[in-house]
């Protein structure tokens, strides 16, 4: 039967970066995605780009283009990337001067356009997922990107792009537009399109199927995830998808890691919504088929949604930190003396905090005082105080505080740390469809 082999080069934007060389080289792909955006990536991209007019994309674009383009162009892998961000056309300039430098001549990158949806949203009267309207922000609204769906990648790919850079795509679109494309599904199939969802959400944090964010020696034992490979989803023309990787690399795929994987932030598996379809996973059937093979079948779906979501970045407030360690005997109680005096100084000193938090690292710091109650004492303890402030100024008093331990503070005070900076934050809104056009835009190296 027919199949498409796809590699996922990158599950977030500061991925490692030689498990999708090795997939370009090793792996006998297809297609090489690099699925790079988080939900507040694009805001801060965005930050940059006012700053920058020429920048906006992914920090490490051109750093996986060098390393990638040579062997993909070799052995005529095609590469889909949301590493476009907050600026797709400057990112897809980039990945040609990449090329050209490199002597990839003739290479067709495709930049994908038309997410960006901020004066949309600015001028309508939209609600945001609060219950709020978006106009509140004012002045803070920094981003509003729709996730749009496979149709542009797929013009983009009948039109012979080589390179495709988008921004905010929905995830799994990157896998899903190169088997439309390949094997001429209907864009109302919503069979195929379930399937083709799930293979795409399984790929798309790249190593998290492959062994990583699931180790936990004795109970989940994982070899060589300094050395992690990354998957590889061969997908059949009937939805049928196997996950592996590369021979040798790290790592492994087994039933276990590819249902964590399935549900990975998934609210509902009968109705996960994207542009595309409304995917159904309650139905899946995983199965172990050989050493890092498992074999994924029955997903289905449904008819796509009539609005797109769209992230909304903004500033919302200050975040002012200051830590300090404190090590031998009688660290912990030096620490909670620490955290008394810095609290006392807060107050005194009259700082405009609406939430503080004081935090012993390695003791209270992930679950709180009653669930720690019971654990052993540590020989070393490191405090942390953070606040949220409404100004810059303000934050940067919280650090200044612990850093003042230094020489009022109790003994044996080191390794002091202090910051103080915005906070960019995301809430959502749904845009009906004719609110959104994408183009795509063709040029050669």
Known sequence: ??????????????????????????????????????ERTIALAQRARMADPDTGYDPLLEDRMRAVLPACRRR??????????????????KVREVARSLNLHGLKVAAVTGDDVLENVRRGDYLDDTGAPVSRFGDRLLSANAYVGVEPLVEALAQGADVIVTGRAADPALVLAPLIHGFGWAMDDWH?????????HLLECAGQITGGYFADPGYKDVPGLARLGFPIGEVYEDGTVLITKVDGSGGQV????????????????????????????????????????????????????????????????????????YAGPGALARARLALEIVAERLKLTAVQASELRYDILG???????????????????????????????????????????????????????????????????????????????MEEA
């Open 1 to 38: 039967m027919k199949h498409i082999r796809i590699g996922s080069g990158a599950g977030y934007s500061g991925d490692r970066i030689e498990p999708a060389v090795e997939l370009a080289e090793k792996g006998g792909i297809d297609y090489l995605i690099f699925e790079c955006l988080a």
């Open 76 to 93: 005529g892998i095609r590469i889909i990337t949301n590493m476009g961000a907050a600026n797709p056309v400057a990112a897809a300039a």
């Open 192 to 200: 195929r399109l379930g399937q083709g969802t799930l293979a795409g």
């Open 254 to 325: 087994t039933a276990a890691t590819c249902k964590e994987q399935m549900l990975y932030e998934i609210h509902d598996p009968a109705a996960y919504i994207t542009p595309d379809v409304v995917a159904d996973f309650s139905s899946v059937r995983i199965e172990q088929d050989g050493k890092d093979c498992v074999r994924i079948s029955g997903a289905t779906g449904r008819t796509r949604p009539e609005t797109l979501k769209a992230s909304i970045g903004y500033i919302d407030s200050y975040i002012g930190e200051g830590q300090m360690s």
């Open 363 to 441: 003791v209270n710091a992930m679950h709180g005082d009653q669930l720690c109650a019971g654990a052993n004492e540590p020989y070393e303890a490191r405090i942390r105080v953070a606040g949220r402030t409404e100004s810059l100024k303000e934050a940067m008093r919280i650090g200044n505080e612990v850093e003042s331990l230094y020489t009022c503070g109790p003994a044996g005070g080191g390794g002091a740390s202090k910051s103080a900076k915005d906070i960019v934050a995301v809430v959502s809104v749904l845009l009906p469809r004719g609110e959104v056009r994408t183009a795509v835009h």
